[in-house]
């Protein structure tokens, strides 16, 4: 009886984190709305897709986690010095320019993406294949010509990871919600970018408008800030998406440190079927900075003067 007793101890304690995560009394903002104001981090080195090496595997043990999490530091350490020349120079971005996070996400899962099951991407139709074909060749041979062939994160006009939907990426991973009467603003580190989202439930734009980040609508499901974005530009395609994309967005507190962030991608002409990302971001203490994309975007100008300087050469 006593050992039954130790063991029936034991599980409850383990289970104790398990029910209290996600279950934190949401805060309220002066005009009732739940609090997800705050600086949030996306930082994680768990991996959008399943890797082939975990497949069938939805979730980490936790000492699997840790023997993950510490491969995966040892390779994306860049002040590494081993290997071949080529390698090294591969790093030539040392350790301390990179804040991809060094732990996956809270729940372990060993992928961002949860549905389909089994962590993947749904394979493109033939459409998206044949857009993506087009987007690849149409500009070879070209690249250089003029800053309209450059790509848009080079020209300061938006990153793919900046969303919506929004994405872990190399560095600026912090995002800022502030919340105000009939709004969300969400402002990403990365780059300059600043959703003001209505929650009035007024109608998206009309069909024949398109903007880089599409028009976001808000509104409230219990404690869910639910937000649908419509209205895409072709040229900003999300894994290779269309601009007809329909884009769901989920944020949530998980607890009083973590928001739960779920977005789903609806897009049957480039999809074959709808997909849904989960990441669970975390509060972050650290300060949000201007990137000031503009004022130090060497690299446009730097790569068209080469090639107006190699065009002049007789070699």
Known sequence: MRHRLIIALVAVICLVPSLAFGQAKATRTPDGQPDLQGIWSFATI????????????E??????????EKEVRQ??????RDGTAEADVTRAYNDFW????????????????????????????????????ERQTANRGHELDGPENRPLQER?????????????????????????AGYVTILVEMIHDARVIPLDRSPHLPGDVRQWKGDSRGHWEGDTLVVE??????????????????LTERFRRFDADTLLYQYTVDDPAS?????????????????????????????????????????????
Not at 59 to 68: C, L, M, N, R, S
Request: contains cysteine.
């Open 46 to 57: 768990t991996p959008m897709e399943r890797p082939a090496d975990l497949a069938g595997k």
């Open 59 to 68: 979730f980490f043990t936790p000492k699997e986690a840790a023997d993950y």
């Open 75 to 80: 390779r994306n350490n860049m002040d590494r």
């Open 98 to 133: 990179w804040d991809r996070g060094t732990r996956v996400v809270k729940t372990r899962r060993t992928s961002l993406v949860i549905d389909p099951p089994d962590g993947k991407i749904p394979t493109l139709t033939a459409a998206a294949k044949g857009r993506q074909t």
């Open 156 to 180: 300061c006009i938006t990153w793919a990871s900046t969303g919506p939907p929004m994405m872990p990426t190399a560095y600026n991973n912090n995002i800022r919600i502030v919340q105000s």
């Open 229 to 246: 974005t419509t209205n895409f530009s072709g040229k900003t395609a999300f894994r290779g998406s269309s601009e007809k994309m329909r």
């Open 271 to 315: 999809f074959e079927k709808p997909w849904t990302v989960e990441i669970p971001v975390t509060r972050s203490e650290a300060q949000i900075f201007e990137y000031a994309c503009h004022e130090g975007n060497y690299a446009m100008s730097g790569g068209l003067a080469g090639a107006r300087a190699q065009e002049k050469s007789p070699d």
